[in-house]
């Protein structure tokens, strides 16, 4: 064991004493006692995950984006508006009624005073009295109007205005609906991308060039030396969380090559690539790179 890590544990690239092991200790928030354990490695893979969740942020923003969300809008009148339209039809109609009671009201008090003439009561106190009755009557009947009228604008505006809330209310949950579907889609989509890849991460792509590629088709029929250069072509971060993160993403990965490779291929691959800085990397012999591919090639 080295002085700066404890067993089972590995530092990442380019930290090789325990002045490295403070250094990303303090950048972590963890105590600095220069050496790699549990908590610096459980703040490590937070640190290291946070970009793998930012690239699933990014994947989930890019189809939000991309994605034309409907929506239902609802203009509602005010109060005084509805008053205005609904008055604009009732009225007319009052306003007859109202007419042709005073008009008749005028005939009923016209034919008193004929009857009177006619009977050579002239003026009296009587045919005076009846024409203020039809007076009062006609005023009655003129109120009545009006307040039935006053009644029935109200009710009406209330209906309207009740119609007019369902309805902005039924937008308002379709809207929160179509939203949800778009979310929920973005959301599915963007975790089909990112186990995309996260598993092409865990895997090489032919054609490569010796570098691990985060994108393409996985393939079944990779040959030993994908394989390999999957695990030579990781970044040292990357290359820890394979080797020791409890993360379900990388324990995938992880499961993944020892089934394909058995744990003790897995072991020597762990070996011939151990996390070293990048001059360490590419000092690895020929000898351990051949071990490890026909290890590989074995396993399949």
Same mark, same amino acid.
């Given at each position: ?120 009561? &002239? +003026? *009296?106190?009587? %045919?005076?009295?009846?024409? !203020?009755? $039809? /007076? ?109 993160? &409890? +993360? *379900?993403?990388? %324990?995938?990965?992880?499961? !993944?090559? $020892? /089934? ?41």
């Amino acid at each position: 064991m080295a002085s700066y890590y404890l067993k089972g544990y590995t530092t990442p690239d380019g930290v090789n004493s325990r002045a490295d092991v403070r250094e990303w200790q303090n950048k972590l928030g963890v105590k600095a006692d220069g050496i790699w354990g549990p908590n610096t490695q459980a703040a490590y893979e937070r640190y290291a995950n946070a970009s793998s969740m930012s690239k699933f942020q990014e994947y989930y923003n890019t189809i939000m984006g991309a994605l034309n969300v409907p929506s239902i809008s609802v203009s509602v009148p005010s109060k005084a508006e509805l008053k205005e339209d609904i008055s604009s039809y009732l009225r007319p109609g009052v306003d007859l009624a109202i007419s042709k009671r005073r008009a008749a009201g005028e005939t009923a008090k016209a034919e008193l005073d004929a009857d009177a003439v006619s009977r050579g009561m &002239g +003026a *009296s106190t009587y %045919v005076s009295s009846m024409k !203020e009755r $039809e /007076d009062d009557d006609v005023q009655s009947d003129i109120s009545i109007m009006e307040a039935q009228y006053t009644a029935t604008l109200a009710e009406r505006i209330a209906a309207a205005l009740e119609k007019y809330q369902s309805m902005s209310l039924q937008a308002q949950l379709q809207n929160a609906q179509y939203a949800y579907n778009a979310q929920t889609t973005a959301m599915n989509l963007a975790s089909q991308w990112f186990n995309s890849y996260m598993n092409n991460a865990a895997r090489a792509v032919k054609g490569s060039g010796g570098r691990s590629g985060k994108s393409g088709t996985a393939s079944k029929n990779m040959s030993t030396l994908d394989y390999v250069r999957f695990v030579s072509g990781l970044s040292a971060p990357e290359r820890s969380m394979l080797y020791n993160s &409890g +993360a *379900s993403e990388w %324990v995938m990965m992880r499961t !993944e090559l $020892e /089934d394909a490779l058995g744990k003790d291929g897995y072991r020597t691959v762990r070996s011939a690539f151990p996390i070293l800085g990048s001059a360490g990397v590419k000092s690895i012999s020929n000898k351990n790179y051949d071990k490890a591919r026909d290890t590989w090639r074995w396993a399949r």
